[in-house]
């Protein structure tokens, strides 16, 4: 029981820790990805429709990283209640966690930035989504939002497959099987 208490403990402690980092990369990293103009100049003057699409994309990018951080939990939950069943050490997964999440964090930022770049060029003809951001436009900033989360959707159904796939499992042993 002490092992599950201190196991609970350190999970919302680091999801604490990794709520606040999440937060500030993702804000920092969607803020410079885009070439175009200075987002956050623009939600500094009150840009309504950068502020919503900006907010969507921490969300949706704090939501794929969610799905890594149940894998994680399991495993690190695997490895405490059985650790010599495991084929690696508490370091070897500690780095692997690491590597889930900063594999997650990456795959989020730059598929939720693809998406939101191809959807632009299928609109370019009829609205060029970058200025009609700059100039404020609301139904601009809900639209491209939204195909934000439609995409994240999609796209953590899939980093959550791969999460789990990469979750390493613990050794069961020799199976003999009876004639």
């Given at each position: 029981m002490l092992t599950r208490i201190l196991i609970s403990?350190?999970?919302?402690?680091?999801?604490?820790?990794?709520?606040?980092?999440?937060?500030?990369?993702?804000?920092?990293?969607?803020?410079?990805a885009n070439p175009d103009f200075n987002m956050e100049e623009s939600i500094k003057?009150?840009?309504?429709?950068?502020?919503?699409?900006?907010?969507?994309?921490?969300y949706c990018a704090s939501?794929?990283?969610?799905?890594?951080?149940?894998?994680?939990?399991?495993?690190?939950?695997?490895?405490?209640?059985?650790p010599s069943d495991y084929t690696i050490n508490a370091f070897q997964l500690g780095l692997i966690s690491i590597a889930h999440i900063v594999l997650t964090l990456i795959l989020a930022m730059l598929t939720i930035s693809i998406t939101l770049r191809l959807f632009g060029k299928?609109?370019?003809?009829?609205?060029?989504?970058s200025d009609?951001?700059?100039n404020g436009n609301i139904a601009v900033g809900i639209l491209l939002s939204c195909v934000v989360l439609v995409a994240s959707t999609y796209i953590s159904y899939g980093i959550?497959?791969?999460?789990?796939?990469?979750?390493?499992?613990?050794?069961?042993?020799?199976?003999e099987i009876m004639e």
């Open positions: 403990g350190t999970q919302f402690i680091l999801s604490v820790v990794m709520a606040g980092f999440v937060i500030y990369y993702t804000y920092r990293a969607f803020i410079k003057k009150g840009n309504i429709a950068v502020g919503i699409l900006v907010s969507t994309n921490v939501m794929m990283l969610h799905k890594t951080f149940g894998s994680v939990g399991t495993m690190v939950k695997m490895y405490a209640y059985s299928m609109l370019r003809p009829r609205i060029n989504a009609e951001l700059k959550d497959i791969i999460s789990k796939a990469m979750v390493p499992q613990p050794s069961i042993g020799q199976i």
